[in-house]
């Protein structure tokens, strides 16, 4: 467990008595402090304190320690030994780690610090970059003008207490047989997708209950979807997982008692796709570089989401040479640049632009 292998990190600066020690050699057991030595300990106390509450709240949620533990009192004393300065330099640290480098003069090395934070990320041990297009967590939100999927109290009537209905959620050309919409409510083009976002209603149900909703085919989770009394007509807007198998049905509803259900849809969610990536050329400068001189011209800036893939310079002037092209690292908004040299003896005319391109993606 990391709180074994770091010592905690916190009890590690234990470790500092005997370096503050050295650095400020008064006593705790020396019968009487001089009036500027009570001060100076005072100031490292408040100091100390103040460290203290910057990091406790950190130490305890990632390190699962108690504010009962041991640990917060040790702390305290020995941080109070360190010197002043050295406790005013850790308070203006922004991390952990460089807090404690500060007050014990040594640092954790990276291979230390890089397995801190992969076990503080995933537990696991290692990072692993998430893939992009990943089809079960990049999905894309698809919303649609609100349309009836289903309405119990009119094709099939109301659910029986203790049973579960399957329901076709993608892909109808119409819901009037579950009794929807007779139209494919805007999503019958989209084929199977992943889950949806269903308003669902239960109209004024006999007795109380709960509805659970989960995909077709699939084991029923043991929690409630919406949970509903009698009499009263309850409502709620629920993401549900759809199946994406073969059968026409996708969601399967189960109702603790008999009840009519009515279920809307407002959007879907869709697995990525692939596009085609969207390019267009910036409008072309002109720059006037001197008479027998080095320069560089910074080209003109992309659109708003687009990013310069590759600069175009060109010049018609003779003795005008190129000495190059790329991306302006001085530059905040990434700009490119083209570089040229000019071996007349008057001033010359370049140009410069930009090829920018776009990810759209889905």
Same mark, same amino acid.
């Given at each position: 467990m990391l709180f074994d292998r770091r010592l905690f990190l916190a009890t590690a600066l234990c470790g500092l008595s005997v370096a503050a020690q050295a650095q400020n050699?008064?006593?705790?057991?020396?019968?009487?402090?001089?009036?500027?030595?009570?001060?100076?300990?005072?100031?490292?106390? +408040?100091?100390?304190?103040?460290?203290?509450?910057?990091?406790?709240?950190? +130490?305890?949620?990632?390190?699962?320690a108690s504010a009962e533990q041991p640990w917060l009192y040790e702390f305290r004393v020995d941080l109070a030994k360190a010197s002043e300065s050295n406790l005013e330099a850790a308070l203006k640290k922004r991390t952990y780690e460089s807090m404690f480098a500060v007050l014990s003069g040594a640092r954790l090395s990276n291979d230390e610090v890089i397995a801190l934070a992969n076990e503080q990320a995933d537990g696991s041990g290692s990072f692993s970059p998430?893939?992009?297009?990943?089809?079960?967590?990049d999905l894309v939100f698809i919303p649609v003008t609100r349309c009836r999927l289903v309405d119990t109290?009119?094709?099939?009537?109301?659910?029986?207490?203790?049973? %579960?209905?399957?329901?076709?959620?993608?892909?109808?050309?119409?819901?009037?047989?579950q009794g929807g919409a007779g139209n494919d409510c805007g999503i019958g083009g989209a084929g199977s997708f992943r889950a949806a976002v269903l308003s669902v209603e239960v109209p004024a149900p006999v007795s109380t209950g709960y509805l659970t909703l989960y995909p077709y085919l699939t084991t029923q989770p043991a929690g409630a979807s919406l949970n509903y009394a009698a009499g009263v007509t309850a409502?709620?807007?629920?993401?549900?997982?759809?199946?994406?198998?073969?059968?026409?049905?996708?969601?399967?509803?189960?109702?603790?008692?008999?009840?009519?259900?009515?279920?809307?849809? +407002?959007?879907?969610?869709?697995?990525?796709?692939?596009?085609?990536?969207?390019?267009?050329?910036?409008?072309?400068?002109?720059?006037?570089i001197s008479a027998n001189s080095l320069n560089f011209f910074n080209n003109p800036a992309c659109?708003?989401?687009?990013?310069?893939?590759?600069?175009?310079?060109?010049?018609?002037?003779?003795?005008?040479?190129?000495?190059?092209?790329?991306?302006?690292?001085?530059?905040?908004?990434?700009? %490119?640049?083209?570089?040229?040299?000019? %071996?007349?003896?008057?001033?010359? %005319?370049?140009?410069?632009?930009?090829?920018?391109?776009? +990810?759209?993606?889905?």
């Open positions: 050699p008064v006593q705790q057991g020396a019968p009487e402090l001089k009036a500027q030595e009570r001060a100076a300990t005072i100031e490292r106390r +408040v100091l100390a304190d103040r460290l203290i509450q910057k990091w406790r709240g950190y +130490v305890i949620e990632v390190y699962g998430k893939a992009l297009g990943d089809a079960a967590s109290r009119l094709a099939g009537g109301p659910i029986a207490a203790g049973t %579960t209905r399957d329901f076709d959620i993608t892909g109808a050309a119409n819901y009037s047989a409502s709620g807007e629920i993401m549900a997982a759809l199946d994406q198998g073969a059968p026409a049905q996708e969601l399967s509803v189960f109702s603790l008692a008999q009840a009519d259900v009515v279920i809307d849809v +407002v959007g879907y969610y869709i697995n990525p796709q692939a596009t085609t990536l969207q390019c267009t050329n910036t409008s072309v400068s002109s720059f006037t659109p708003p989401g687009y990013s310069a893939i590759t600069p175009y310079c060109w010049t018609a002037s003779t003795g005008v040479y190129s000495q190059g092209s790329g991306y302006n690292a001085n530059s905040p908004s990434g700009q %490119t640049f083209c570089a040229w040299q000019n %071996t007349t003896v008057s001033s010359q %005319t370049t140009f410069g632009g930009n090829v920018c391109c776009r +990810v759209p993606g889905r």
